[in-house]
């Protein structure tokens, strides 16, 4: 598997939300195609695609293929947890400035107040 | 300052701390004044905040509209449940994509440590499968900057 695959199989919604549902554990193609609205042919292109990419894998079990996720799969989700991750630090890291401009107006005050005759520090 | 830790607990939480420089007042603020609020939580970059109303009350809704410089957008709105000023907000909300998600519940506490905060936020989807689409859809916002920004690389 190359990243690129692994990448550009996660570039499409349905595909991220077909690894969110297997996250949970093992799925049938016909469990996969149910949240989607869409049909069993275009669900399994899908599956193909994350396949390919070495994203999940399928085990035979009579006639039903259930695909369950693979290690890089599981890195995958890994890596996505870690760009929302990036988000928030970042709105911390925002959060970080505005409390600093808040804090000015404050620290005068108290400064004031502490600067009246005779007061001890 | 400290990193912030994200975390998952069992199947249905995921668990958000961080410390901050100043006081449980100011951070609680921060969190709860539409002014401050539009200027901070905006994700990455490319994204504002022109819709931020905000009624910091129990029963009180909120409603936060991001838009992205490319135009796309989506909104969440919620509730407020409990609010102990200063110190704890326990709200509800739900993303609009534009189909709403499951009720996200979420705890938020400030505590005092030293002359700064340390905020814990605990999130609580109401099973694993909500939970991994939720982490996904962030990421997909997440995404949408890394592709962005490697535009402007090329």
Known sequence: ??????????????????????????????????????TQPAISQHLKVLEDAGL?????????????????GIEAMDQWLAMLRKALEKNYDRLDEVLAAMEKPGVEEIGMKKRKKGEKR | ??????????D???????????????????????????????????????????EAKPGGKFRYE?????GQGFHITGEYVELEPYRRIVHIERMHLPDPTPDNRVETRFDADGSGTL???????????TRATMLATGMEHGME???????QMI
């Open chain 1, 1 to 38: 598997m190359t990243l690129d695959a692994a990448f550009s199989a996660l570039a499409d919604p349905t595909r991220r939300a077909i690894l969110a549902r297997l996250a949970k554990g093992e799925a049938t193609v016909n469990e996969l195609a149910e949240p989607f609205e869409m």
């Open chain 1, 56 to 72: 999940i894998v399928r085990r035979v079990e009579g006639a039903k293929r259930p695909r369950r996720l693979a290690k890089a």
């Open chain 2, 1 to 10: 300052m400290s990193k912030m830790t994200l975390k998952t607990e069992g």
């Open chain 2, 12 to 54: 249905t939480h995921i668990i958000v701390t961080r410390r901050f420089a100043a006081p449980p007042e100011a951070v609680y603020r921060a969190h709860t004044d539409p002014k401050l609020i539009q200027q901070w939580l905006l994700g990455p970059e490319g994204w504002t905040m022109p819709v931020c109303i905000n």
């Open chain 2, 66 to 70: 991001w838009t992205h410089s490319k």
């Open chain 2, 119 to 129: 905020m814990t936020m605990r999130m609580t989807l109401p099973d694993t499968q």
């Open chain 2, 145 to 151: 900057a890394s592709y962005v920004r490697l535009e």
